[in-house]
């Protein structure tokens, strides 16, 4: 189980910071990842992290902005210099394995998203 903690709006420029609480098997699996889905788009990839090694990856769109940690069983997506178009639900997810896919589909649990609204 993941469980998604933390949301709200801010204004461009701002700053927020999600938590996901990983339990259970979910808190075995070695990946854990952000994804977020604004209004009529596909869901994308964010950034992820790995347990074992703390390797991290992240899409360019938000490289430089956005930061993803883990500690224990929280991960956290410390967001920066929010834009507009950061506007969306975002959700967090685990998989196991090594590989920090950004595909949503190999990813086997799921929290239920928690909305970010950036205004100008």
């Known amino acids: 189980q993941v469980q998604l903690v933390e949301s709200g709006v801010v204004q461009a420029g701002g700053s927020l910071r999600l938590a996901c609480e990983a339990s259970?098997?979910?808190?075995?699996?070695?990946?854990l990842a952000w994804f977020r889905q604004a209004p009529g788009k596909e869901r994308q990839f964010v950034a992820a992290?790995?347990?074992?090694?703390?390797i991290t990856n992240s899409a360019d769109s938000v490289r430089g902005r956005f930061t993803v940690s883990r500690l224990n069983n929280v991960m956290y997506l410390q967001m920066d210099s929010l834009k507009l178009e950061d506007t969306a639900d975002y959700f967090c997810?685990?998989?196991?394995?090594?590989?920090?896919?950004?595909?949503?589909?190999?990813?086997?649990?799921w929290g239920k998203g928690t909305q970010v609204t950036v205004s100008s």
């Open positions: 997810a685990a998989k196991g394995g090594p590989i920090l896919t950004t595909r949503p589909h190999e990813y086997n649990y």
């Open positions: 259970g098997r979910a808190f075995s699996h070695n990946v």
């Open positions: 992290t790995r347990q074992n090694d703390n």
